[in-house]
C-alpha cells in the first residue's frame, strides 16, 4: 500500500511538472511521465532544458526507488508465506508423527465436535481429519491437530499414523463415508478399535458388517437418553454426572487386567481386596469372550484381560490403577478439572 502510494505521487508530481512548467498537453506530460518511470528508453515529446533533464533524473530515481519499494515488498510477502506454510505443514506432519496410541476423529462436524471436545477434557492425544478446509481451520484454531483430507482413502490414514493408532472414530456425514472409512482402517490395522456413526438403522447393521466394533446413532440413542430422562430422571442425572465429570465427585474408569504385570489375576475379588485398598467399587467385569458380570461377588476370578469397570472418586481410581499395574501404571486420564 505505501508503494503503491509513493509511485502514485511520484507520478502526479512529474505529470504536473510538465504540465505546468514544460507547458506541455496533459496527455503528453502524462505519457511523458509513465515513459520516464518505466524506464523504456522512448525519447522526449518536446525538447527539454537543462532544468527540465534535471527533474526527468529526479523522477527515473523516484520512480525506480518506489517500484523497487513495492516489489521487494511483494516478492518478501510470496517468500514469507511459502516457508511459513511449509514449516507449518512440516510442523504438523512431526506432531502427526510423534503421535503412538492415539485417536483418530474422521469428520469434524457437529459430532465430531463434540467428541474433540470430550477428548481434549480427558487429555486424551488425538487428531482430527476433515475435507473441508473450514473445518480444519476451525479444528486447527482450538488447538487441536487437524489434517484435511479425505478419510476414506487408505494415503489418507496413513497420514495421520493408523497403525500406531488404537481408537478410530468415523463420523463423517455420510453412511457410506462411515462404512468406507472402516473398512479402510481395518484393512490398514486389523487391532485398531472403530467406532461409527449411523443415521438408520439399517446403516447400523452394516457398518456393524463391516467391521464396526461400536455404532452409535444420534437418533436412536438421542431417543432412548430422552425417554430415559423423562421416565427416570434422577438415575439419568446420576449417570450424565459420572460419565462426563460434571458434578465432579465420582467417576468411571475401565481397567484390563494384564496378566504379565497384574498381581490380582487368578484371585477373587474378596481376595485381591480391591475396595478395601483403594475405596473404589468394581460394578461389572467383561470377560476375554464378551460375557459381562454385571454386579461381581467376592467369589467371581478375575481373569487375564477381564476389563473391569470401576466407579470412585479420581483418587480412588487413581490408587486403583497403582494397585492393578505396579510395575507399569500409567498416567490414569480423567478429567482436567479432577486432577
Same mark, same amino acid.
Given at each position: ?33 509513465? =515513459?520516464?518511470? +518505466?524506464?523504456?528508453?522512448? &525519447?522526449? %515529446?518536446?525538447?527539454? #532544458? *537543462?532544468?527540465?533533464?534535471?527533474? $526527468?533524473? !529526479? ?75 473450514? =473445518?480444519?481451520? +476451525?479444528?486447527?484454531?482450538? &488447538?487441536? %491437530?487437524?489434517?484435511? #483430507? *479425505?478419510?476414506?482413502?487408505?494415503? $489418507?490414514? !496413513? ?181
Amino acid at each position: 500500500m505505501v508503494g503503491a502510494i509513493a509511485l502514485a505521487l511520484v507520478f502526479l508530481c512529474g505529470t504536473l511538472w510538465y504540465r505546468f512548467v514544460e507547458g506541455w498537453r496533459w496527455l503528453d506530460s502524462a505519457y511523458m511521465t509513465v =515513459s520516464t518511470l +518505466a524506464t523504456v528508453g522512448f &525519447g522526449e %515529446i518536446n525538447p527539454l #532544458g *537543462d532544468r527540465g533533464r534535471l527533474f $526527468t533524473i !529526479v523522477l527515473i530515481g523516484m520512480g525506480v526507488i518506489s517500484i523497487g519499494y513495492i516489489v521487494n515488498r511483494f516478492t518478501e510477502a510470496l517468500i514469507q508465506g511459502y516457508f511459513q506454510e511449509g514449516r507449518r505443514l512440516q510442523q504438523q506432519r512431526r506432531l502427526v508423527e510423534s503421535l503412538t496410541e492415539h485417536y483418530i476423529i474422521c469428520g469434524y462436524g457437529r459430532t465430531g465436535r463434540q467428541i474433540a471436545s470430550e477428548f481434549e477434557a480427558e487429555g486424551i492425544p488425538f487428531v482430527t481429519i476433515d475435507s473441508n478446509s473450514q =473445518s480444519v481451520q +476451525a479444528a486447527q484454531q482450538m &488447538g487441536y %491437530i487437524a489434517i484435511q #483430507g *479425505d478419510a476414506t482413502l487408505d494415503e $489418507t490414514l !496413513v497420514r495421520v499414523g493408523i497403525e500406531r493408532a488404537i481408537c478410530l472414530v468415523a463420523a463423517l456425514p455420510s453412511d457410506a463415508e462411515n462404512l468406507y472409512t472402516v473398512l479402510s482402517a481395518k484393512t490398514l490395522n486389523p487391532n485398531v478399535r472403530t467406532i461409527a456413526r449411523a443415521s438408520t438403522e439399517e446403516a447400523v447393521t452394516k457398518l456393524q458388517r463391516g467391521g464396526a466394533d461400536a455404532v452409535v446413532s444420534p437418533y436412536i440413542t438421542g431417543g432412548k437418553r430422552m425417554a430415559a430422562a423423562a421416565l427416570r430422571p434422577q438415575v439419568m442425572d446420576f449417570v450424565d454426572g459420572i460419565l462426563t465429570g460434571s458434578d465432579r465427585s465420582f467417576y468411571m474408569e475401565e481397567f484390563r487386567l494384564d496378566a504379565n504385570v497384574c498381581p490380582v489375576v487368578g484371585q477373587s475379588l474378596r481376595e485381591a481386596r480391591l475396595r478395601s485398598q483403594s475405596g473404589a467399587l468394581v460394578l461389572a467385569i467383561r470377560r476375554v469372550d464378551g460375557t459381562l458380570i454385571g454386579g461381581p461377588t467376592g467369589e467371581t476370578l478375575l481373569l487375564p484381560g477381564d476389563a473391569m469397570i470401576c466407579m470412585g472418586t479420581a483418587e480412588q481410581l487413581r490408587v486403583l490403577n497403582q494397585v492393578l499395574s505396579p510395575i507399569t501404571s500409567k498416567k490414569l486420564r480423567l478429567p482436567k478439572h479432577s486432577q
